[in-house]
């Protein structure tokens, strides 16, 4: 086993040592600074020199491609040197006055008058030993910890070399100084440095740091779960183009969880967290799948013959799963879409698919909304699907995509509490994706048109309840399964005990598998359901939530099953 | 403004007959006045009574970031009847210090059966409590001892200052010279400081009238265990009242207005110092120093004046229409009644006093500071302005930040150094 250590390249960076200047005269005119220096310490030169450190490995704890951990030996004896800058007061009388209280003191009349003395120190033939603990991880940046006290000797030459009774005072100050630097500061200093090094987050947090007041004031705060990923990254920590993004596809799952920002999945990971003990208590992340949501709504569709594909709870999965996948305007941006859609009277075209070619386009296209969405003025979108005229005419894309919301879906960020007043629900109607899916076939479309007339007013009624539903408050469970009574009654399913972070895939893959069965169920169902819509539009259109409730006295589903 | 307690303890030194001027700390006293003023931060509040002739109280209330303040409590066993303490009442020239007209030394009175004693204390009271305590004796005639105490319980400004610190000053004043001993138990600093008259002692031949006062001093401070050595020496040239009395000595005319003329030299840091000061009317008097040290070559100037008003209360003028009359007959009465018209003089409670001070140094920076009377309030207002940040003690100001603003150069990053109101009242 060996290791190569670089000494060079740390140094070969023309900006490593203005910033490692900035770093020291930061760190060093942090602390309060003893009252005899009158002055900002600044670091005027800073040269690691050229001769390494000599490093002797006693223990490697922990080694992989990202991350190291060992215990080294470190000996050095080279050549870099470290200048100094700053301002002393040479008169002892005013420096201990100035540290006393003013009322016991002898305040003298013009004994302490102050003295200051540019001071130059330049610190050489640094001779250091000692154990260093090197902890590297990738997504941690470096911690170096010296074990012990590591200086052994150094050459303090200043401004004041001629007298010999403050040079040794100034020996034995810097030497305390430094010796608190070694073990205390440096450590913190590496840290920064490899920090802004390694990890981009770091970077964008400190930017965000500085804008984060004004962001502030301008409005509630940023939803990271709303606007595309701020800082996508591939494997490699390189930050994406808009091309790159585009070019990758989720068909694999890797490439798609490098898109997602990490604090994205240090939510996620915090809610999957929250689910594993017996806590009640779940992190109520806006615009996430519970497990006890999606469970009820997933079996629905893997029945596939009852749920119609404007079921606004199933059309709610998806948009949120799209979500969770990291693209958070899916749901907005489908939502809006539908809307122009509906209006176009392609809502009740879907009763009329047949064909077989249905699930493979159904899971094709799910595959690809995600690319589609992602970019907005899309050209391989309608490449992909078949029939580019009826897609563009039904969706009108491109105005669709660049209109402004009517609505911002921007609830409070409230971590707790879900948004209850039904003025939220006043949002968009959520969001069925599967609208698109369907107007993109022309088939569907022109064969709909005929059919559209009979089921206008359903579709309208049912649009209204697409409303009414969705102005239920989305953060609490018992509406969910009221809404899903309300529509249809789902055949309890298998529990998927899969975490909502991977729904989207699980999800795909039941569907496709089960579409072609439940096809013919399905198709009966959409009519009859649809049949039963007409026959009671006040029911569905009128029915408030409270109403629901009321025939609906089921405790809501647990976490799992 | 001085603090109530300080007036008291000015009283204090007035009745034990003690002279202020005669000792070295007080060798600039006018300088420092007037340029070296300090100027209220944010808001305080003083209320203070003289509740009994030996005792009084103090609290104050100000906000420096929370809600601070302190009690003070003073009792001395000589009584301050004569001493005004009404806020309306005190006279402001005690209360706002300016050019301090040296007194011609006289010789220390003679022995009282009663050795007058006084204590006080206050208490800082936010969290990092802090008491601070004095007691002054006056042993004899010319000697006075001084014990003051402080002691906080906040974490000590350097690591070497310890929790509480005792200072004993011994005073030893006979007029032609006064000698000061200090000792400190922090750090074990031992100090002495003398004072020097030249001319006549006052002691032997009090007949002759002088005219001005010579005087020289020295300080030395040395610490045996952190090895601390401070000394400086200083003369100081001033006219005494009598050169500049109303009815002016001919034989020797000195001035035609009172001056001060200081000069202070620190050889350990080679710094020199040199001012003056001048009252140029009873209302009006100006001061400037010069200041360089012959090793880092800093120099200071800094330039000052102080302005009272005297805006009087309605002058009762019982003007019957006939004062040209008076005035014509007297033109032709003056041969025979020679009688001169008495100039109304209003009585002094009758002035409505208030004070500016201002004083800028050669960085620009500037200290306004307007004291005066408002109803029954002595009101305090200062204001700070400058590109570098002043030090509130004395002994650091300008030279200091002078010298970091030179090194620095960078651009100012706020004009405004500090507004505050300070408002007094004591019954």
């Known amino acids: 086993m060996a290791f190569n250590f670089n000494w060079s390249p740390l140094t070969a960076d023309a900006n490593f040592y203005t910033r490692a200047q900035d770093l020291l005269t930061a760190a060093l005119n942090k602390s309060p600074k003893p009252p005899i220096i009158v002055d900002d310490i600044i670091v005027t030169e800073l040269n690691l020199g050229s001769i390494p450190p000599e490093l002797e490995i006693l223990e490697v704890g922990d080694l992989a491609e990202d991350r190291f951990r060992g215990i ?13 800058k700053t301002r002393v ?7 201990y006055l100035l540290t006393r209280p003013s009322f016991a003191s002898p305040l003298p009349l013009a004994a302490a008058t102050p003295l200051t003395i540019p001071l130059q120190i330049t610190l050489s033939d640094f001779k250091l030993s000692g154990f260093v603990v090197l902890v590297f991880s990738k997504q941690k940046g470096i911690t170096v910890v010296f074990r012990n006290d590591p200086l052994e000797s150094l050459k303090v030459s200043s401004t004041f070399d001629s007298i010999p009774f403050v040079r040794d005072f100034l020996q034995k100050e810097i030497e305390a100084q430094l010796r608190i630097l070694f073990m205390d500061e440096l450590p913190a200093i590496i840290h920064r440095l490899s920090l802004r090094l390694w990890v981009p987050e770091y970077r964008d947090g400190e930017q965000l740091e500085t804008q984060d007041t004004a962001s502030r004031t301008e409005g509630p705060g940023q939803d990271p779960l709303a606007s595309p990923p701020q800082d996508p990254v591939d494997a490699l920590g390189n930050a994406l183009n808009e091309s790159d993004i585009a070019s990758l596809s989720l068909e694999s799952s890797v490439e798609t969880h490098s898109l997602f920002s990490q604090k994205n999945l240090l939510r996620l990971a915090a809610l999957t967290d929250s689910q594993r003990t017996l806590s009640l208590f779940t992190p109520s992340i806006r615009e996430v799948v519970y497990r006890a949501w999606t469970s009820p709504t997933d079996s629905g569709e893997a029945t596939a013959g009852v749920i119609s594909p404007a079921s606004p709870a199933l059309s709610r999965t998806h948009s ?13 941006m489908v939502s809006s879409q539908t809307r122009s859609t509906t209006s176009t009277h392609s809502f009740s075209s879907y009763g009329l698919n047949t064909g077989s070619s249905r699930s493979k386009v159904h899971s094709r296209k799910r595959k690809k909304r995600v690319v589609d969405l992602r970019r907005p003025k899309t050209t391989d979108d309608a490449a992909s699907v078949s029939d580019e005229s009826a897609f563009t005419e039904s969706t009108s894309a491109p105005s669709v995509y660049s209109a402004p919301l009517p609505i911002v879906r921007e609830q409070p960020d409230d971590p707790v509490t879900p948004p209850l007043s039904p003025e939220t629900g006043l949002h968009l109607p959520p969001v069925p994706e599967r609208h698109r899916l369907s107007t993109s076939r022309p088939g569907i479309r022109r064969g709909a048109d005929a059919f559209v007339q009979s089921g206008e007013s359903s579709s309208s009624a049912r649009r209204r309840s697409d409303v009414d539903v969705d102005a239920t408050p989305r953060g609490t469970m018992r509406s969910h399964v009221a809404m899903t009574r309300c529509s249809e009654k789902p055949e309890p399913e298998a529990p998927q005990q899969l975490p909502s972070t991977i729904l989207p895939f699980a999800d795909e893959k039941a569907s496709s598998n089960l579409v072609d069965q439940a096809l013919v169920e399905r198709l009966a169902g959409e009519i009859a359901r649809r049949m039963r819509d007409e026959k009671m539009p006040g029911s569905s259109t009128c029915t408030p939530f409270w109403d629901r409730l009321n025939h609906d006295e089921a405790p809501p589903p647990a976490y799992g099953h | 403004m001085l603090d109530f307690m300080d007036y008291i303890q000015l009283a204090f030194a007035e009745g034990t007959q003690r002279n202020c001027d005669n000792s070295y700390s007080s060798l600039t006293a006018t300088t420092q006045n007037l340029l070296d003023f300090t100027t209220p931060e944010r808001v305080r509040i003083h209320l203070s009574s003289l509740s009994t002739p030996n005792f009084a109280t103090s609290y104050t209330l100000g906000t420096v970031g929370l809600i601070e303040g302190s009690i003070s409590y003073l009792y001395s066993n000589i009584s301050f009847d004569n001493t ?8 402001l020239r005690k209360l706002a210090p300016g050019y301090r007209q040296v007194q011609a030394p006289i010789a220390p009175p003679s022995s009282k059966g009663q050795k007058a004693t006084l204590l006080h204390a206050t208490l800082h009271l936010p969290p990092p409590t802090t008491l601070n305590a004095l007691f002054l004796r006056r042993i004899s005639p010319t000697m006075q001892l001084s014990l003051a105490v402080s002691s906080t319980r906040g974490p000590p400004l350097s690591k070497s200052a310890p929790q509480a610190t005792l200072l004993t000053q011994l005073t030893h004043d006979t007029g032609k010279y006064s000698n000061e001993y200090l000792f400190s138990t922090d750090n074990s600093l031992f100090g002495w400081r003398g004072l020097w008259n030249f001319g006549p002692d006052p002691r032997f031949n009090n007949n002759a009238q002088r005219l001005s006062l010579l005087s020289a001093g020295a300080e030395a401070y040395y610490s045996p265990v952190s090895s601390l050595i401070g000394m400086s020496t200083g003369l100081r040239f001033c006219t005494l009242p009598a050169a500049t009395s109303s009815t002016p000595n001919p034989n020797t005319p000195i001035s035609t207005f009172p001056y001060t003329l200081t000069l202070t030299l620190t050889p350990l840091t080679g710094s020199l110092s040199t001012s003056y000061s001048v009252r140029a009317s009873p209302n009006l008097s100006f001061s400037s120093r010069f200041g360089f040290n012959v090793y880092s070559w800093e120099s200071e100037m800094v330039a000052g004046f102080e302005l009272w008003r005297q805006s009087r209360k309605a002058a ?34 009758e002035t409505q006093e208030s004070v500016l001070k201002v004083r800028v140094d050669q960085s620009w920076n500037v200290r306004l500071l307007w004291e005066g009377r408002v109803k029954e309030l002595l009101v305090s207002a200062g204001v700070g302005l400058g590109p570098s940040s002043f030090s509130p003690s004395s002994y650091a100001n300008s030279q200091a930040t002078a010298g970091a603003q030179g090194s620095s150069g960078g651009p100012p990053t706020s004009y405004w150094r500090g507004v505050g109101v300070s408002v007094s009242y004591s019954s």
């Not at chain 1, 080294?72 to 200048?83: P, R, W």
């Not at chain 1, 949120?320 to 907005?332: H, L």
């Not at chain 2, 009359?325 to 409670?349: F, G, L, Y």
């Open chain 2, 84 to 91: 005004p303490s009404k806020s309306a009442l005190i006279p």
């Open chain 1, 72 to 84: 080294f030996k470190m000996s050095y004896s080279g050549d870099a040197f470290l200048t100094l």
């Open chain 1, 320 to 332: 949120q799963v799209g979500n969770i996948s990291s693209f958070p305007d899916t749901a907005s």
């Open chain 1, 89 to 95: 007061q040479a008169n002892p009388l005013n420096t």
């Open chain 2, 316 to 349: 009762i003028v019982d003007n019957d229409g006939l004062e040209w009359a008076r005035n014509k007959a007297r033109i032709w009465d003056i041969p025979a009644s020679s009688q001169v018209p008495e100039p109304i003089t209003p009585s002094e409670e």
